[in-house]
């Protein structure tokens, strides 16, 4: 890893053990092995440097999520995969954790890779959503926009419910729930819709 | 007030605004207007007042939620007049926000009335839906606990998307999206389920 990277590893590991607020100049040069002349050299301070590592987190949910949604399959067993895959369900979402750091929420620089990833993945979903409708796979009482924004909270939620009972259950269960609500939306054959 | 709910209160403020690691006994007592002595004749110390303040959070939004689900009307209308209620969306649930709080979560004892609310909460829900489920509004294919845990999870995933967005449009149309769900998953008339 180069210095720039190292330094950037090491403020998402504190963000996300100690948020902004205890995340220090200090701890992340001495988390990342790097001098301070040197940190000041490839970033212009610790709003630079979150920045930087939240928009990486970011991206990397954005990549982790295309794996499945741009997967084969029809839209229902798209979004199935996205929601099935393995999660560190009581560590939580990353991103979505952000909206709970008072600091990054109230500068807007920090919080816009947050917003842009929720949007980007909401869009992504009522893409998907919408070619379901139109392939008849889905009935046509469904919003796109409404029912992707939908599928994203219940993943985000869900983390809340598994959290405050330090068991995974309940996200299984919401998840289970909402892909019972897709199957009831679900016309019984393809291409049948009216 | 008496000096004990002043104590009550001005934790519960503090917790919200600044967490538990930032909720000292001594804002307590100056925001409670309240010495330390008499402090201490009604609580044994700070994990004392936060469960008392945490236990009364959750007993409210419990309250809250069954003045909607105890209300007149057929499941989907309780649920929808539950749903639509108004909250203060950008601010998010007080007790859905303690799972995010990692001392409180690290804590048995303060975790259990978060965790306590969010089952009542699924456990009133799916007991609505299963009356729904009975009286044939909705098709039989929905499993009543897993749709009351994405119900729950809808809602406090909104308030992420929301906080993310800095807008409510997203909380508001992640209920749009399950209502419609919901929707396509009644029967069209009541009493046909197959």
Known sequence: MTTQDRLIESTRTLLWER???GTSPKAIQQLAGVGQGSMYHHFTGKPDLALAAI???????RAQAEAQLGGPGTAV???????RREREVLRGCPVGRLTQDPDVMADPALRRPV?????????????????????????PVLDPAAT????????????????????????????????????AAATSAPGSAA
């Open 19 to 21: 948020g902004y607020v």
């Open 55 to 61: 928009t990486r987190t970011a991206e990397e949910r």
């Open 77 to 83: 067993e798209r979004i199935t995969a996205y929601l």
């Open 115 to 139: 917003e842009q990833m929720f949007a980007w993945l909401r869009e992504r979903l009522a893409g998907i959503l919408a070619e379901g409708l139109t392939a008849g796979e889905l009935r």
């Open 148 to 183: 992707a924004a939908t599928v994203v909270a219940t993943l985000q939620g869900g983390y809340v419910l598994a959290r405050a009972a330090a068991a995974t259950g309940p996200f299984d269960q919401a998840i289970d729930g909402l892909l019972g609500l897709l199957t």
